[in-house]
């Protein structure tokens, strides 16, 4: 009998770096794809009318994700829209840069979305404290893995 498991792997990079150009902090956190996200996802294999996922934004919000997540829980600034975006070999990259100033305070939470407010959460993340001080930027690289296992 031939049976088929897809999973989707979500995992996030986040870089801060001072005004002085240097590294302040680098880490590496997991992530989960909400139903809204994977609705959306099998709504696009058959209609491509839905907004491409667009924005990522930074919250403070430390509730765990879970399934039924529509946003984040306590945004910081406002979404941040994607300076790239690419897919290949089962893998989706999403880029993206908080400059100066914006998304400043304690970061605890991540989301990918497909519109500048409301719109469709494709996956939420929370993570131990990353301070971003305003003359700081931080950078998001998030990566979402399709396999079959």
Request: with cysteine.
């Amino acid at each position: 009998m031939i049976k088929d498991s897809l999973k989707l792997k979500g995992e996030l990079t986040i870089v801060v770096t001072g005004a002085d150009g240097k590294v302040k902090e680098k880490r590496h956190e997991d992530n989960l794809v909400v139903t809204t996200g994977l609705n959306y996802i099998c709504s696009r294999m058959v209609d491509a009318s839905a907004t491409v996922m667009s924005h990522i934004g930074l919250g403070s919000g430390t509730t765990t994700p879970a399934a039924g997540d529509t946003d984040l829980q306590s945004i910081l600034g406002t979404r941040q829209a994607l300076s790239s975006s690419t897919a290949e070999n089962n893998t989706v990259v999403y880029s993206v840069a908080f400059p100066a100033g914006v998304a400043t305070g304690a970061v605890t939470e991540a989301g990918i979305f497909n519109a500048l407010s409301s719109g469709t959460m494709l996956c939420r993340t929370t993570f131990p404290v990353v301070n971003k001080e305003a003359d700081d930027t931080i950078a998001i690289t998030w990566t979402i893995t399709l396999s079959a296992s």
